[in-house]
């Protein structure tokens, strides 16, 4: 009941598009539910949705001594494969270059608090993550987020995924100037967009202000801008360098220079034009080879430029390209004073420690940002509307989330400072750590991910206990340091780009897997990521932080004046850093140390048999098989408005699945082809039906015929029985665009 | 009103006295021998957050935790799908799994009796703002199957005089806390929770 009420409560709220996105993946959930949607199609579906799978969601669960079968209600159902329906999953929350709102946080608390744990995870890519969601309230989530403005489109799949920014733009000191209004505009302009829809991985995006700052971390993203500003004849001129072919996983690529100087107004066709480009050439069938960054590096990176410059001289117009650039964002206004105590009242230690590590000072004379630390990323539903509220007073909609799994407020007055210190404090949220070794980022790791193989919250945990009791005693050079864990090589946890990094592996001992963590050291955060750390060797899980003991001691005791811990790897080397954890490896037998085979966190004895298939990328499923599968929706909807007695709903509906399936058709040929149904049936009649293409081999060209009569006459069906007709003759179009396909594609593959 | 999703929370008498870590191994025990309904899946931990979830049973239909919110540590059960019969018959339900929780716990020998639960102070919850908004209204419809309950664990466990009051503001989801004049201790309790109909 509940999922009709906030759809019909909502409507007013929601924009369109949207809501007909959610409409439509609603109609595929009850299609999935029928059988009437392949799996695989309805994966990709819900991926690019932001809906993914979860650990044991294949019904397998490892209870340390035996796997178990867990046995959910709607029995052997899927929604992908090896993908329990019953089993909850996962919903990413896209939010683009960070920013949020005091009542987008209050919307997320109160689904975190209905549907999920109670808890917001903020992943290592300023996305909101809500973990254990049932697949069936997923529309009505996604509803409740679309009517503040928020959405989970792409934030899976193979797409465009959350476009990150540095969350000092606009008020930094060292930018060049603030990339938001550039950032909000691409992420505008991409979501949704036809050129993304073909990819055959995951496409990521980051933007940076500055070049030598760790700021958006440009150099390990698919595709990145940084902003520069050069003096032309006495005036400063705004542009981009752009970068491409960046990338983590266990083959890191640095991104590469496609172009400099990129004027702003052409910032958004470039982006489009790489978009075709990897669309077109990328790897589809092997994913482990199908990021950007293998295109890029097999063509080499000139070859790359020239394509992109070809591809961007036959694109057709758009005027999004540059509405930005006269509309812009709306600016942040500046909080207005409360009148605090005032932030030079430097008597309380703890409050003078924490505005030194939490707070920092704005380009603008007056204000700071101030970080709201949350532990390995989390914030329960109670403290997120406490702390919407405690936004309210200080900073009103200036929120935004960072790559550390933090929150900032951004233009504090100096003088609130130390009243805002005390609000934090109120709520438990004014640990002194930001940006030191105690405040550990990590990925999700095996407590829910379907890849995980060791337990990084679990380890992340631990670190931050037992750094966090030692704080005040660290050397300087210490407290400074960042670490970062990934369970495992794929590298969520950006572990190539901390100074302590570590992934997740196993080793096998006397016919049992102990769980360890590869120890990658000297990854360099500043410059965008400009450097990748080197692996050192693989220590057994609870060994862990003796390792970061070790190798801090020995920083400590070995560096030179002034020498950075980057330095002091790279003068150390690797084999001089392997030989101070080298005893550390031996793994003693289960009798001697049965701690060492489980992991943080988890005291089940260590197994890999959780470890299903990986949903990051999802299946390659064509755009042109997502958009059948959408028209599918659509008559589905058509059949519903009929048994409804709705004929005019019911006459639109097939018309408009008719429309998308054509549209389907003639996009595999002409993949510009706008919205605009005189153009689609044009385009459609003249390629496919013209020419016999579409034509069956014994209904000829019937199929075809509902559409172009209904789409020359433009009158809609008179009465039910015609209504009827048409819907019937909408879902025979459909299936005869999928055996069109399927004869198209015997043909290409015959001629090769 | 149907609301899917309840929770059921009793409170520990001694909260300092008890980790919430130490509820780990036990929640993944407890998981391998069946002892909690709902099918469970995994153990999440979230003792890392203040006024947070704490150490959860995640399961498909029903969640069980040693739960942190509202800054007071609880033993809870949350009815999440497939919830069938009245009202009334949902909420006793979640009252007779949070008490055998709460027995199981408190005769865990790896928790030495430290996990010590109340039976003087109920909270329940309904976390579904659409169907039960935190007002006065919400309280009108839901309060004949709170009575109900409260009826049937009372003839059933002699828990004297009892009162209803709704807490929280109107953004935070429905509740109700129901306070008992004369707690019975939790073992008596538990069984005239077991023996009662709804």
Not at chain 1, 180 to 200: I, N, V, Y
Request: hydrophobic letters at 40%.
């Amino acid at each position: 009941m509940s999922t009709t009420g906030w759809r019909d409560r909502l409507e007013a709220q929601m924009p369109p598009d949207l809501a007909e996105e959610i409409d439509i993946f609603e109609t595929q959930l009850e299609l999935r539910q029928d059988g009437r949607v392949d799996e695989r199609v309805f994966a990709e579906t819900r991926l690019r949705r932001g809906v993914y799978g979860q650990r044991y969601d294949n019904g397998q669960r490892h209870d340390g001594i035996e796997q178990r079968t867990l046995t959910f209600p709607a029995g052997d159902l899927t929604k992908g494969p090896e993908t329990l329906w019953d089993a909850p999953g996962m919903l990413r929350i896209k939010v683009p270059w960070g920013g949020l709102t005091p009542i987008q946080l209050d919307v997320m608390a109160e689904l975190a608090e209905e549907y999920s744990d109670h808890i917001l995870h903020i992943t290592t890519r300023q996305d909101v993550q809500l973990h254990y969601v049932h697949i069936e309230d997923m529309p009505t989530v996604m509803r409740r987020l679309a009517a503040v403005g928020m959405t989970t489109r792409e934030a899976c799949g193979n797409g465009v995924r959350n476009l990150t920014a540095c969350p000092l733009s606009g008020v930094c000191r060292t930018e060049a100037f603030d990339v938001t209004p550039h950032s909000e505009a691409l992420f505008r302009f991409l979501l949704g967009h036809p050129d993304c829809q073909d990819f055959g991985r995951k496409f990521k995006i980051a933007f940076s202000g500055c070049a030598d700052e760790a700021c958006g971390l440009v150099m390990m993203h698919d595709l990145g801008a940084i902003a520069r500003t050069d003096m032309v004849d006495g005036e400063p001129v705004h542009s981009f360098d752009v970068y491409v072919g960046g990338g983590l996983g266990t083959t890191p690529h640095q991104a590469k220079l496609l172009a400099d100087r990129v004027p702003l107004g052409e910032l958004l066709p470039i982006t489009q034009a790489v978009a075709r480009v990897f669309a077109r050439l990328g790897e589809k069938l092997n994913r482990n080879r199908a990021r950007i960054k293998f295109l890029v590096a097999g063509t080499g990176i000139e070859e790359f430029q020239r394509l992109v410059r070809e591809e961007r001289e036959i694109l057709p117009y758009d005027e999004r390209w540059t509405a930005h650039l006269e509309d812009g964002l709306a600016p942040e206004v500046p909080s207005r004073s409360l009148d605090g105590v005032g932030e030079e009242d430097g008597t309380d230690a703890a409050f003078v420690t924490w505005r030194d590590t939490n707070a920092y000072l704005q380009r603008q004379d007056g204000y700071a940002v101030v970080t709201v630390p949350l532990p390995l990323g989390d914030i329960s539903s109670h403290q997120s509307r406490l702390l919407a509220d405690i936004a309210r007073r200080f900073v009103g909609d200036t929120i935004r989330t960072t790559v550390e799994q933090n929150i900032v407020f951004r233009w504090v007055r100096l003088e609130d400072l130390r009243d805002l210190y005390a609000a934090l404090g109120e709520i438990g949220m004014a640990d002194a750590v930001a940006e030191t070794i105690v405040d550990v980022t990590s990925c999700p790791g095996t407590d829910t991910c379907k890849l995980g193989i060791s337990a990084s919250r679990g380890l992340a945990g631990e670190l931050r206990e037992q750094l966090g009791a030692k704080q005040t005693e660290l050397d300087e050079a210490v407290r400074g340091l960042r670490i970062k864990v990934s369970g495992c090589f794929n590298s969520c946890g950006q572990h190539h780009v901390a100074d302590i990094g570590f992934f997740g592996n196993s080793r096998k001992s006397a016919g049992r897997v102990v769980p360890h963590f590869q120890v990658v050291l000297g990854g360099q955060w500043q410059h965008n990521g400009g450097s990748y750390g080197l692996a050192v060797g693989a220590i057994p899980s609870k060994r862990i932080p003796e390792v970061v003991d070790r190798i801090t001691d020995r920083f400590v005791a070995e560096r030179e004046p002034g020498e950075t811990f980057l330095d002091w790897t790279g003068r150390t080397g690797r084999k001089g850093l392997a030989a101070i954890i080298a005893d550390l490896k031996a793994i003693p037998s289960y009798e001697e140390e049965p701690g060492l085979f489980s992991d943080w966190g988890n005291p089940r004895e260590f197994s890999i048999g959780d470890i299903g298939i990986g949903e990051c990328a999802g299946e390659v499923i064509s755009s042109t098989d997502l958009e059948l599968s959408f028209a599918e929706s659509i008559a589905f909807e058509a059949q519903v408005a009929l048994e409804d007695g709705d004929v005019a709903k019911a006459d639109e509906r097939a018309y408009r699945a008719m429309i998308t399936a054509a549209r389907a058709i003639v996009r595999t040929e002409l993949p510009d082809v706008p919205e605009d149904d005189d153009v689609i049936v044009g385009e459609f009649d003249t390629r496919f039906v013209e020419t016999n293409r579409f034509r069956d081999r014994f209904a000829h060209s019937k199929f075809a015929r509902p559409l172009l009569e209904r789409h020359a006459s433009g009158e809609a069906a008179a009465n039910e029985e015609a209504a009827r007709s048409l819907v019937e003759e909408a879902q025979l179009f459909i299936d005869a665009a999928h055996a069109f396909q399927i004869r198209e594609a015997g043909a290409t593959s015959a001629t090769q | 009103m149907n609301p899917q999703r309840i929770a059921v929370k009793l409170y520990l008498e001694e909260p300092a006295a008890l980790d919430p870590e130490e509820l780990v191994p036990v929640f993944h025990r407890f998981i391998r021998e069946d002892l909690v309904t709902g099918v469970p899946i995994d153990v999440a931990r979230y003792g890392h957050v203040s006024d947070g979830p704490g150490i959860m049973i995640i399961g498909s239909l029903k969640d069980h935790a040693l739960d942190l919110g509202g800054g007071r540590a609880g033993l809870s059960t949350t009815l999440k799908r497939g919830a069938d019969g009245t009202v009334a018959s949902r909420v006793h339900e979640l009252v007779q799994d949070v008490a055998r929780l709460s027995v199981d716990l408190q005769a865990d020998p790896d928790l030495g009796s430290r996990a010590r639960v109340g039976t003087g102070e109920i909270l329940i919850t309904i976390l579904d703002r659409y169907e039960a908004p935190n007002d006065d209204a919400t309280l009108l419809k839901i309060d004949p199957a709170i009575r109900e309950v409260i009826t049937a664990l009372s003839e059933a466990g002699g828990a004297g005089a009892v009162t209803v009051e709704r807490v929280g503001e109107s953004r935070d989801p429905f509740a109700v806390r129901v306070l008992v004049d004369q707690p019975r201790p939790l073992i008596q309790w538990a069984e005239g929770v077991e023996a009662a109909s709804v």
